[in-house]
């Protein structure tokens, strides 16, 4: 691992783009990234007439279990994902695949609102719907890795931080959409009338979406590293082999780092609004409202942190971070058990609050461990796998946690746990915020 190139190899990469193809470059990732989450998780806050359409069954738990089986269907592609995407994004360059995976997500989110149901075409049915759930999961292994190398590969030296979080806290927004969608759709439409079409507003919505995020993707060029590699003639035909044989160390502190980002991630926007419901007794329309107010504010701070490692380093605000999360985990979840939407609210802010600061330097922090010939495919592949074991996971993990103990707030010490364990790792990753992105190896040969 080289984190900390010789000066003549840094003079190779641009101090900075101009500053409207930068902008360009920021805005293109935060739609993307937009899109895809928003893509992705409209399937979770549709399970429930999902489960009626294509899994008919005389026990609606079973249908939804089978419901939620396909939703774990695109956490599984996502290793395959990082894999497939990130040794395209190390050969062939960040932008091309960017386009190609935001046309994916959205053609496959579209095809599920257009899917005829169980009782239209019978087992065909599900069967497509699990389709469509692999190019979902294949195509969301690509996006945040690829989205912010190729912001931190554009962005000024001094400011990889604040552009990558800016652009990595958009994946907050989309279930707060989500929610809010499908709360208006079903509170304005006839039961009848959501269950006949209204449930396929939210998934047609996604190819316009994806429209837009493609067209402006168009409209960028390539990162200055990718092409200053390309021109050294360093680009790795095998970049997954060769991080994997060069790069293990780095890989593994990557895998650390998205193991509690992904549990704290979907432990908000995947699991709290259950827990509030089932296990807290709170009602449904106070559960979101609490929720999509604690994911806006962990939105807000990504970007804070971001900023905050742009002065300090990216490891005393990790740092921060994760004490912070250790600390504040299991008081959160004893205010939120209170069973109030005040005390829900405060309670999740505490989770999104100390959540956000550790995400906002996340993202640059995973990408600066590696050199350009193999950053997308080394990033994509440990973060993808962490997410799939600690993200996909995480509803499930939580509610057995609960089942077994009999403590409401056995989830908080699981996450503390976590917590602990990656603050320990990261006091023995390198610190990289004053680094070029552009590393020895990616300019002259062994």
């Avoid at 010789?6 to 101009?18: M, T």
């Avoid at 091309?96 to 599920?112: D, F, H, N, Q």
């Avoid at 993990?397 to 089942?403: A, D, F, N, P, S």
Wanted: aromatic share 10%; with cysteine.
């Amino acid at each position: 691992m080289n984190a900390q190139p010789a000066a003549a190899v840094a003079d190779a990469v641009p101090s900075a783009s101009e500053k409207g193809e930068v902008r360009r470059v920021v805005t293109s990732a935060a739609i993307g990234q937009f899109v895809e989450w928003y893509d992705f998780v409209i399937y979770a806050y549709s399970a429930g007439i999902i489960a009626r359409l294509f899994f008919p069954n005389s026990d609606p738990t079973a249908a939804l279990l089978s419901t939620f089986a396909v939703y774990a269907v695109g956490f599984v592609m996502r290793p395959l994902g990082g894999f497939v995407f990130g040794s395209l994004g190390d050969r062939i360059g960040r932008r091309r695949v960017l386009s190609l995976v935001i046309l994916m997500m959205g053609a496959a989110t579209v095809c599920i609102g257009l899917l005829p149901t169980y009782a239209q075409i019978g087992i065909l049915a599900p069967l497509l719907l699990v389709l469509c759930r692999l190019l979902q999961g294949l195509s969301a292994a690509g996006e945040t890795i690829g989205s912010n190398s190729f912001v931190a590969e554009h962005a000024p030296a001094g400011k990889r931080g604040l552009y990558v979080a800016f652009t990595y806290s958009f994946a907050n927004l989309p279930p707060i959409a989500a929610a809010l969608l499908i709360l208006l759709l079903t509170n304005v439409l006839t039961g009848e009338a959501y269950a006949a079409w209204g449930w396929r507003i939210p998934f047609l919505i996604g190819g316009p979406l994806a429209l837009v995020g493609l067209y402006i993707r168009t409209r960028v060029h390539e990162s200055p590293a990718f092409k200053a590699t390309q021109a050294a003639k360093r680009i790795a035909s095998t970049p997954l082999r060769d991080a994997v044989r060069n790069q293990k160390k780095a890989m593994a502190f990557s895998f650390a780092l998205a193991a509690l980002s992904s549990l704290g991630f979907y432990t908000l926007a995947g699991y709290f609004v259950n827990y509030l419901t089932a296990t807290v007794g709170l009602g449904s329309n106070a559960a979101l409202i609490s929720n999509s107010i604690a994911l806006f504010v962990a939105f807000l701070t990504m970007t804070f942190g971001g900023h905050l490692s742009d002065r300090y380093g990216r490891k005393p605000v990790l740092l921060t971070g994760l004490l912070l999360s250790a600390l504040v985990c299991i008081p959160a979840y004893r205010l939120a058990a209170q069973g109030s939407l005040l005390t829900a609210i405060l309670g999740q802010s505490l989770i999104a609050f100390a959540s956000g600061l550790f995400w906002g330097p996340l993202g640059i922090a995973l990408l600066e461990l590696f050199p350009t010939r193999t950053r997308f495919s080394a990033s994509a592949v440990s973060y993808n796998l962490a997410y799939a074991i600690f993200g996909g996971t995480a509803p499930f993990v939580g509610t057995w946690l609960i089942l077994q103990s009999g403590s409401k707030i056995a989830p908080a010490v699981y996450m503390t746990v976590v917590s602990v364990a990656v603050l320990l790792v990261v006091l023995m990753i390198p610190e990289t915020f004053k680094g070029s992105l552009l590393h020895k190896e990616d300019v002259q040969a062994s």
